[in-house]
């Protein structure tokens, strides 16, 4: 099922590792080098930079030159069986790109893999099936479900997700049942890949399923979340947040009970299983239960309820790092503070740039410019937020 | 082949020790596992959080809290985390140093944010400057290039450059309304001066390792400010020629570099620039496509030829 064989991605793993090693100097560089030479591949990857530009390219390529074939040839009313076909030829460019080029995590075949799918589903739509409809999202589910076990798209997986979210609104009007739907085949999704994940718990697999389990924990959480379920969340721009009235009551404040239980549970997972995607599942749902919590029971927001939630995550991460330091060697349970890959500084480098330019913005009140003329110097903007009006 | 079974060979082979096989072998499993991103994500959420409801309960609550409360709980929070950071900090060195510990740089940042909230504050109360926000952002910019360089932080660094970009007139909300040829100017004179400020830095060995917020920061606003000229189409050929430049440097210093990014600026602005000029001398949707896919096609051609000769990573 898979395309690149595991002996090519655990190479690629291996590979990753030794370069992780030697950066911390763990290895030493005559160790490094003789260690690489065992784990070369065929496979052909890039920089994530690259991997995004191409990918971007791609898109542009297959897109224009489907829109054109339509343009000079045919009408629109023609167009859903050749999507469909478009979607073939763009599903076997990719395995092409994959089998004879060699390309992992590429760009280019994660782009075409990703047409192949969005023609499908466009392709379905225009042919509309009578009394089929639900086909689109259905056929759109499984075919991304596809390419994520075929090519290991993180994201694929997430595309399935959102697919599963338009399936409901076919077999029921009543908004509970649809949260319960939802949150019943994401429940049926997270059994399947927990038993899958437990006999590759140890192979280059177990971090796709890793991701997998993530994404699930967090798209139960949020189908039963009715402050924030992406199913509402139109609705809340709108017409403000849900209220009791809207569901049944016992649904409505089962919901509220699931949505506190739910985070530690997940949290209890991922710590057992140390999996970082799992417990960062768990800890953004988390959060996200307490900031919806106040909308929940119809409460009002106050102005200081950022600085406690602020103040409480200080405090945990602030408890946690100095518990773990304390353990022997730094380490308590199997867990450390200690930073032990040199991924984890790369990452905190490139978010300080991004966050530390944008975040002032976003929490600070707007720039109230006196004169709407610009002038050099004139400084109304920006200063780490140096610039609101009280 | 696993990791695992790998490791056991190179033991084997001799190539590495048994202490070595055992710490590597826990490593891969997970053992012990690092909550150092954990923490830290979680730190950098609950301060901008809490900066958030602290500005947020200033201006809602100033009338009821009075001006003396307010200053004065602020200033005791940028004292003690200015103290914090004095008294806990490392010597100071030219080359990068290690925060002494994980909450540190947070204290830091959390100190500047409340110096941002309280100047703001100081202001709008008692119009101290007469609104002269120039002056206000000239200091604040001084203060956090200071600090940044002081105690190592590319966070307050970040902070700086927004704080200086703020003094030029710039700042991201404003991109989509305001692109006129005065700030536009200022707005490339902010990016050579950081570009420049940067590579000077770096070359006299102070914190040399800042360069790459600088170039990242310089590099996009230039961009920017480029494309907004070439969108305006008056002078189009200066800036086109000035894209064009922009393009080229940005490019050599990547595959130079090794610093994919940059690359990835010049494909993506120069293209969209270039598109820009041509689709719109374009007549019709099939020329307009025709266009899409064959420079499509001659991009991801020439990105390929780049990802083979300097970005492969296996």
Redesign the interface.
């Known amino acids: 099922m898979r395309a690149y064989t595991e ?1 090519s991605e ?6 990753d ?1 030794l370069k992780d ?1 030697a950066g911390e100097g ?2 030493t560089q005559a ?1 490094y080098q ?2 690489e030479q ?2 070369v ?1 065929e ?8 991997r ?3 990918y ?3 898109l ?2 297959v ?3 489907v ?2 074939f339509f ?2 040839f045919l009408s629109r009313q023609e167009s859903g069986t050749l999507l469909l076909i478009f979607a073939a030829m763009s599903y076997a460019a990719a395995e092409f790109a994959v089998a004879r080029a060699r390309l ?1 995590r ?1 760009g ?1 075949e994660e782009a075409l893999a990703t047409c192949s799918v969005l023609f499908l589903c466009y392709g379905l739509q225009a042919t509309k099936p009578d009394g089929a409809q639900f086909l689109v999202p259905a056929v759109g589910a499984i075919a991304w479900l596809w390419i994520w076990r075929r090519f290991g798209l993180p994201y694929a997986f997430l595309g399935a997700m959102i697919c599963v979210l338009g399936l409901p609104d076919y077999f029921t009007s009543s908004h509970s049942a649809r949260h319960l739907i939802v949150a019943a085949l994401y429940a049926v999704g997270l059994i399947a890949v927990a038993a899958a994940r437990s006999h590759h718990r ?3 697999l177990n971090d796709d399923y890793s991701v997998a389990e993530a994404f699930l924990w967090l798209g139960i959480y949020l189908a039963i979340n009715l402050q924030l379920s992406p199913m509402n969340l139109l609705g809340n721009w709108w017409w403000g947040p849900r209220t009791a009235a809207e569901f049944s009551r016992p649904f409505y404040w089962t919901t509220w009970v699931l949505i506190w239980c739910l985070p530690p549970a997940v949290l209890a997972r991922g710590v057992r299983l ?1 999996d ?1 995607w799992v ?2 599942a768990g ?1 953004i749902a988390g ?1 996200l239960t307490l900031v919806t919590n106040k909308p929940y029971l119809g409460w009002p927001h106050h ?16 408890f ?2 100095r518990w ?1 330091a304390r353990g022997p060697s730094g ?1 308590r349970h ?8 040199g991924k ?1 500084k790369q ?3 490139a ?3 991004g ?7 976003s ?5 109230q410019p ?1 004169s709407p003329d ?17 | ?4 079974t ?1 490791l056991e ?2 033991q084997e082979q001799g ?2 020790s048994p202490e ?1 096989h055992a ?2 072998r826990g ?14 994500i ?21 009338q009821q809290l009075g001006d003396v409360l307010i200053l004065t709980v602020l200033s005791m929070l940028l004292a003690a985390c200015f103290w914090y950071c004095f008294s806990r900090a490392a010597a100071w060195s030219r080359a990068e140093v290690s925060s002494p ?3 540190f740089d ?1 204290v830091l940042y959390l100190g ?2 409340t ?3 309280e ?3 100081l202001e ?2 008692f119009h101290l400057l007469s ?8 200091a ?2 001084g203060l ?1 290039f200071l600090l940044a360089y002081r105690f190592d932080s ?6 700086a ?14 991109w989509p309304t ?1 692109q ?1 040829a ?2 536009r100017q ?1 707005a490339i004179l902010y990016a050579v001066l950081v570009t420049g400020a940067g590579a000077i830095l770096q070359r006299r060995g102070l914190k040399a390792h800042f360069l ?2 600088y170039l ?2 310089g590099a996009n606003v230039l961009f920017w400010a480029v494309l907004s000229g070439v969108f305006e189409w008056q002078d189009a050929l200066v800036w086109y020629m000035a894209l064009l430049g922009a393009c080229g440097a940005s490019l050599a210093w990547g595959l130079a570099r090794r610093q ?2 940059f ?2 600026y010049a ?2 602005y120069g ?1 969209v620039g270039i598109s820009w000029i041509v689709i719109r001398r374009l007549q019709g ?2 020329a307009v ?2 266009y ?2 064959v420079t ?2 001659a ?2 051609v020439m ?2 030829m ?3 000769r300097f ?4």
């Open positions: 002996s655990e190479a690629l793993r291996a590979r590792l090693w763990l290895l160790q003789r260690m065992d784990t591949c496979l052909r990857r890039t920089n994530i930079f690259l995004l530009v191409m971007l390219f791609t542009i390529i897109g224009a030159a829109a054109l343009e000079v992992y590429y280019i140890f192979t280059v140390k970082r417990i960062a800890a959060i102005a200081w309820d950022p600085m406690l939630l602020g103040a409480l995550l200080i405090a945990v991460a602030l946690l790092s773990l380490i199997g867990f450390t503070a200690r930073r032990l890959s984890d990452w905190m480098n978010g300080a740039v966050l530390g330019i944008l975040s002032p913005h929490f600070t009140p707007s720039p006196d610009f002038r050099p110097g004139g400084g109304d903007s920006g200063g780490g937020g140096a610039s609101s009006d009280f | 082949m696993t990791i695992y790998r060979q190179w190539i590495i070595q710490l590597l490593l891969s499993r997970g053992e012990p596992f690092s909550l150092f991103l954990e923490l830290n979680l730190l950098y959420a609950g301060i901008v959080a809490f900066v958030a409801g602290l500005g947020w309960t200033v201006s809602t609550w100033s510990n994980l909450a947070y500047c944010l110096w941002s909230l100047l703001t504050y709008n109360r609104g002269q926000w120039d002056l206000y952002l000239w604040t910019a956090f590319r966070f307050v660094l970040s902070l450059l927004s704080a200086l970009a703020g003094w030029f007139g710039l700042t991201i909300s404003y305001h006129d005065t700030y200022y790459g917020t990242n920061i994919f990014s690359v990835a494909a993506v293209y949707a099939t496509l025709s899409f896919v499509g096609v991009m991801l990105l390929v780049i990802a083979r970005g492969r990573e296996a």
